[in-house]
């Protein structure tokens, strides 16, 4: 369970990065025309993978201290 905080966070630098690029280059770093979406939606992805393991850590915290 440990694991998955840290996997999302990954993510969502990833995710981050991609819109960045889409942003400031003005096309995607991945080639696919199905990845090539408005870099915003990278962005709230990331932001909800970052608060997804936010959540997931202070559940664990939760169950380990209860």
């Known amino acids: 369970m440990r694991r998955v905080p840290g996997v999302l966070i990954i993510l969502g630098v990833i995710s981050f990065l991609l819109g960045t690029s889409r942003a400031f280059f003005g096309h995607a770093i991945v080639g696919y025309s ?33």
């Open 34 to 66: 199905r990845l090539a979406v408005s870099p915003e939606t990278y962005w709230r992805g990331a932001a909800f993978l970052v608060l997804l393991a936010i959540a997931l850590l202070m559940l664990e915290r939760r169950e380990r201290s209860g």
